[in-house]
């Protein structure tokens, strides 16, 4: 049985920062890429940012890319993002990801998730 499980979310004022870890556990568990992805009330899926497991290659959302940090900690088997200068539109469900092969931006392509950890930022 391989479980995500993602924490740091929180309150936070517009400005702010948060870090967010998603920690990989089962025996099985073996990825190639990790992603995050991140859902607003009423609204798609959408992906933030991915790291390739191996080389450390990381990809991101256009619009995030500056703001946004992905990175990872292969002994951990763990996966952090760093969201710096944060935005009310930054609001969402965070979800942690993970694959088999090479990276892509579609949810569906994602075989296993996390439950979510809950981002607001305030004005």
């Known amino acids: 049985q391989v479980q995500l499980v993602e924490s740091g979310g929180g309150l936070v004022q517009a400005g702010g920062s948060l870090r967010l870890s998603c920690a990989a556990f089962?025996?099985?568990?073996?990825?190639?890429?990790m992603a995050w992805f991140r859902q607003a009330p009423g609204k798609e899926r959408e992906f933030v940012a991915a790291?390739?497991?191996?080389?450390?290659?990381?990809y991101y959302a256009g619009s995030l890319q500056g703001r946004f940090t992905i990175s990872r900690d292969n002994a951990e088997k763990t996966t952090y993002l760093q969201m710096n200068s944060l935005r009310p539109e930054d609001t969402a469900l965070y979800y942690c990801?993970?694959?088999?092969?090479?990276?892509?931006?579609?949810?569906?392509?994602?075989?296993?998730w996390g439950q979510g950890t809950p981002v607001t930022v305030s004005t």
């Open positions: 990801a993970a694959k088999s092969g090479y990276y892509t931006n579609s949810p569906l392509r994602y075989n296993y």
């Open positions: 790291i390739a497991w191996n080389d450390g290659n990381t």
């Open positions: 089962g025996r099985a568990f073996s990825a190639d890429t």
